[in-house]
């Protein structure tokens, strides 16, 4: 991929797109940016104005446990009701939200009012079940309407989700239940991923066999043919029959401002999963104000994020955000390459889609297919797009740019994370003038900094947020210490640090150059190095691990493991594919290294510290760097003897 330092080309907005735009100019982006900077209690007042309240805050922001900041307290609200009620109140019922399309040709549409209708009657199914305000509950779903509506469902009655990805293994599962001490699971007896079947039930059941947290296994059928999905009696209920006789309606309960509204995990630098919570109000606004504005969000849009809800931009940007909104969207079930690998251009063409957000990863993906599959597909629906997930290369960008967007389309590169809630660094399609692989500028109430590890201001080195905004995780699920630790430590208290490095260029403009920690980010999936590390030692034949990122054609990063074996043992195929499959059981396939590579030690220095960087030159076949601190300098001449070898 060529680098970002070389990239000098600039696209402005159109005329036609500015005119049209909420935020049309620099000159109202700055004026709104320096206010929220100035101001920020007023700014956010502002901005909580158009939500539904059943109790205004008394305080717009109070810092005085900070980094445990507190957002519009005092306030009662509640998320599904500014998702739905709000709308059908405002006579927007009948608008479409959802244009779903399932994997095998299903379809439906799911008007505002029949999606409230639906997340009341979930809602009521949940209490039934002795589901209670505050209780945990983790969602195991396809990407069917039942996910968003379930996610719904537990926001309106006050119950805390833990969506977890459909990729997920059983161990997995395991983990994130125990963790949240989760009452209840909800998943399908089966659903679609890429085209192949997944028995989602099944994969419930190995992992939650232990589970004492847990007293319900609720399941929504999704109707696959010939697909077993055995009940524990007692345990196991069918969400069909539950529903059948519950009300239509279900007052929405009044969450306090700061009433956790979810949990999801992401990977950080240990071997465990870190339950990231976010609460009801701050988020809210947040994923609200950032929908509106970064997707400069009209009426008449058809938007679609081809995201997995099971991830933090489903989170906010297909379900929370979007719906807040009030527009009309496409959630689309399967994949970009099946029946054919024009799909996504054809549910484009067919739904008449306006704003497509999508991962670089994709792109990449698109580009290698060929052109061909967006030829004589009518593209001319689109006016904005957008990328999420990872840094997106300029050759990938113009591709999108020129290709997709036929040249008139903004990109929005955005640059946040799970911690964030929404979009930090941005942007504004009818302002910003873009650049290829750069995310800009900040979003309104964001101040970034580029600093050293002293905390100097220095033009690349890592990213840091100055200032605290309402979306901004709450902390770590069960660990304040480490949420404070993880977070904001590095500067003592004055930053947040969100791993990232990025570099600052004369036009204020912020590019973001990657993970400054070990933290792998494959086809847009956050993953651990420590996380593998710690599956593959769990082998008998495995003494130690080293697994490093290398950069990918496509994923943009993979994952290459390095992998000492006990003396004696063998080192061949079957241990190779034994240790494969310990990362699927234990993390899913998409974890899977491209990789794994043997040998009898690592390069460590003379105290025993593991030198990653010397793996990362073997990896990516680079000359080797300094190796004159080793304790023993011969083994990675070794190493890179097998990795050659096994190229
Ligand atoms: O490294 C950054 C990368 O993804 C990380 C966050 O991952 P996750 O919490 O899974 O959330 C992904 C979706 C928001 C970040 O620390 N990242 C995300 N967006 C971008 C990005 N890197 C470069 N450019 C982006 N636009």
Same mark, same amino acid.
């Given at each position: 991929?060529?680098?970002?330092?070389?990239?000098?080309?600039?696209?402005?907005?159109?005329?036609?797109?500015?005119?049209?735009?909420?935020?049309?100019?620099?000159?109202?982006?700055?004026?709104?940016?320096?206010?929220?900077?100035?101001?920020?209690?007023?700014?956010?007042?502002?901005?909580?104005?158009?939500?539904h309240?059943?109790?205004?805050?008394?305080?717009?922001?109070?810092?005085?446990?900070?980094?445990?900041?507190?957002?519009?307290?005092?306030?009662?609200?509640n998320l599904a009701y500014n998702c739905l009620d709000r709308h059908v109140e405002n006579g927007l019922g009948g608008k479409t939200a959802i244009h779903w399309v399932g994997?095998?040709?299903d379809v439906r549409k799911i008007t505002y009012e029949e999606l409230l209708g639906e997340v009341c009657r979930f809602a009521n199914v949940l209490k039934k079940?002795?589901?209670?305000?505050?209780?945990?509950?983790?969602l195991?779903l396809p990407m069917i309407p039942e996910l968003v509506v379930a996610v719904l469902a537990c926001a309106r009655i006050?119950?805390?989700h833990?969506?977890?990805?459909?990729?997920?293994?059983?161990?997995?599962?395991?983990?994130?239940?125990?963790?949240?001490?989760?009452?209840?699971?909800i998943?399908a007896?089966?659903?679609?991923?890429?085209?192949?079947?997944?028995?989602?039930?099944?994969?419930?059941?190995?992992?939650?066999?232990?589970?004492?947290?847990?007293?319900?296994?609720l399941?929504v059928k999704r109707g696959?043919?010939?697909?077993?999905?055995?009940?524990?009696?007692?345990?196991?209920?069918?969400y069909e029959?539950m529903v059948s006789g519950v009300e239509d309606f279900c007052p929405a309960?009044?969450?306090?401002?700061?009433?956790? @509204?979810?949990? !999801?995990?992401?990977? =950080? #630098?240990? *071997?465990? &999963?870190?339950?990231?919570?976010?609460?009801?109000?701050?988020?809210?606004?947040?994923?609200?104000?950032?929908?509106?504005?970064?997707?400069?969000l009209?009426p008449d849009d058809v938007y679609w994020c081809?995201?997995?809800v099971?991830?933090?931009?489903g989170?906010?940007?297909i379900v929370y955000g979007i719906l807040q909104n009030g527009v009309s969207q496409v959630l689309y079930e399967?994949?970009?390459?099946?029946?054919?690998?024009?799909?996504?251009?054809?549910?484009?063409?067919a739904y008449k889609?306006?704003?497509?957000?999508?991962?670089?990863?994709?792109?990449?993906?698109?580009?290698?297919?060929?052109?061909?599959?967006?030829?004589?597909?009518? @593209?001319?629906? !689109?006016?904005?797009? =957008? #990328?999420? *997930?990872? &840094?997106?290369?300029?050759?990938?960008?113009?591709?999108?740019?020129?290709?997709?967007?036929?040249?008139?389309?903004?990109?929005?590169?955005?640059?946040?994370?799970?911690?964030?809630?929404?979009?930090?660094?941005?942007?504004?399609?009818?302002?910003?003038?873009?650049?290829?692989?750069?995310?800009?500028?900040?979003?309104?109430?964001?101040?970034?900094?580029?600093?050293?590890?002293?905390?100097?201001?220095?033009?690349?080195?890592?990213?840091?947020?100055?200032?605290?905004?309402?979306?901004?995780?709450?902390?770590?699920?069960?660990?304040?210490?480490?949420?404070?630790?993880?977070?904001?430590?590095?500067?003592?208290?004055?930053?947040?640090?969100?791993?990232?490095?990025?570099?600052?260029?004369?036009?204020?403009?912020?590019?973001?150059?990657?993970?400054?920690?070990?933290?792998?980010?494959?086809?847009?999936?956050?993953?651990?190095?420590?996380?593998?590390?710690?599956?593959?030692?769990?082998?008998?034949?495995?003494?130690?691990?080293?697994?490093?990122?290398?950069?990918?054609?496509?994923?943009?990063?993979?994952?290459?493991?390095?992998?000492?074996?006990?003396?004696?043992?063998?080192?061949?195929?079957?241990?190779?594919?034994?240790?494969?499959?310990?990362?699927?059981?234990?993390?899913?396939?998409?974890?899977?290294?491209?990789?794994?590579?043997?040998?009898?030690?690592?390069?460590?220095?003379?105290?025993?510290?593991?030198?990653?960087?010397?793996?990362?030159?073997?990896?990516?076949?680079?000359?080797?760097?300094?190796?004159?601190?080793?304790?023993?300098?011969?083994?990675?001449?070794?190493?890179?003897?097998?990795?050659?070898?096994?190229?």
């Amino acid at each position: 991929m060529e680098s970002v330092s070389q990239e000098h080309r600039s696209f402005p907005p159109s005329e036609s797109f500015s005119a049209n735009a909420r935020i049309g100019s620099m000159a109202a982006y700055r004026e709104l940016y320096e206010k929220s900077i100035a101001e920020p209690e007023a700014f956010w007042a502002d901005a909580a104005e158009g939500l539904h309240w059943f109790r205004r805050w008394e305080r717009v922001l109070n810092a005085d446990a900070a980094p445990f900041y507190k957002w519009y307290e005092g306030a009662r609200t509640n998320l599904a009701y500014n998702c739905l009620d709000r709308h059908v109140e405002n006579g927007l019922g009948g608008k479409t939200a959802i244009h779903w399309v399932g994997e095998p040709g299903d379809v439906r549409k799911i008007t505002y009012e029949e999606l409230l209708g639906e997340v009341c009657r979930f809602a009521n199914v949940l209490k039934k079940l002795g589901v209670q305000k505050g209780d945990r509950v983790a969602l195991y779903l396809p990407m069917i309407p039942e996910l968003v509506v379930a996610v719904l469902a537990c926001a309106r009655i006050g119950a805390v989700h833990s969506v977890i990805f459909a990729g997920f293994s059983s161990d997995s599962i395991r983990d994130r239940v125990l963790d949240s001490e989760a009452r209840m699971v909800i998943t399908a007896d089966g659903g679609y991923r890429r085209g192949k079947v997944l028995e989602l039930k099944k994969i419930v059941d190995a992992g939650v066999s232990t589970c004492d947290c847990l007293s319900e296994v609720l399941v929504v059928k999704r109707g696959i043919e010939g697909l077993e999905c055995p009940m524990t009696a007692g345990r196991d209920v069918w969400y069909e029959e539950m529903v059948s006789g519950v009300e239509d309606f279900c007052p929405a309960e009044e969450m306090d401002a700061e009433d956790l @509204l979810f949990l !999801l995990y992401t990977s =950080g #630098t240990t *071997g465990k &999963p870190k339950g990231i919570m976010h609460t009801t109000a701050g988020y809210m606004v947040f994923a609200y104000l950032t929908a509106k504005y970064v997707f400069d969000l009209q009426p008449d849009d058809v938007y679609w994020c081809t995201a997995d809800v099971g991830w933090i931009t489903g989170h906010t940007y297909i379900v929370y955000g979007i719906l807040q909104n009030g527009v009309s969207q496409v959630l689309y079930e399967g994949a970009p390459n099946h029946p054919d690998e024009g799909r996504f251009w054809e549910i484009v063409e067919a739904y008449k889609v306006s704003i497509f957000y999508t991962a670089p990863t994709a792109i990449r993906a698109f580009m290698k297919w060929g052109d061909s599959w967006l030829e004589g597909k009518d @593209l001319s629906s !689109l006016r904005l797009l =957008g #990328t999420v *997930g990872e &840094p997106i290369n300029p050759e990938a960008w113009m591709w999108y740019h020129e290709k997709v967007g036929g040249g008139r389309c903004p990109i929005v590169d955005t640059w946040w994370q799970t911690e964030t809630g929404g979009h930090l660094l941005t942007p504004m399609p009818g302002a910003t003038s873009t650049k290829p692989g750069c995310a800009t500028l900040p979003f309104f109430g964001i101040e970034p900094a580029v600093l050293d590890d002293a905390g100097n201001d220095v033009a690349a080195g890592i990213l840091a947020i100055k200032k605290p905004w309402p979306g901004m995780m709450r902390g770590i699920y069960g660990d304040p210490d480490r949420y404070r630790q993880t977070y904001w430590c590095k500067w003592g208290g004055q930053y947040y640090f969100p791993g990232d490095g990025a570099r600052c260029d004369a036009d204020g403009y912020y590019w973001i150059l990657g993970r400054v920690d070990d933290v792998v980010n494959v086809s847009g999936h956050r993953i651990g190095t420590a996380e593998l590390e710690s599956v593959f030692v769990e082998h008998a034949d495995v003494a130690e691990s080293a697994v490093v990122g290398v950069p990918h054609e496509i994923k943009g990063q993979g994952l290459m493991a390095f992998v000492t074996v006990i003396q004696g043992r063998a080192q061949d195929e079957k241990l190779n594919r034994e240790l494969m499959g310990m990362i699927d059981q234990s993390i899913g396939k998409f974890a899977r290294p491209e990789r794994i590579i043997f040998s009898s030690d690592l390069p460590k220095t003379r105290s025993g510290k593991i030198m990653r960087r010397l793996l990362r030159d073997i990896a990516e076949g680079r000359e080797l760097g300094n190796t004159t601190t080793l304790a023993d300098p011969g083994i990675v001449e070794q190493i890179q003897r097998q990795f050659q070898e096994g190229a």
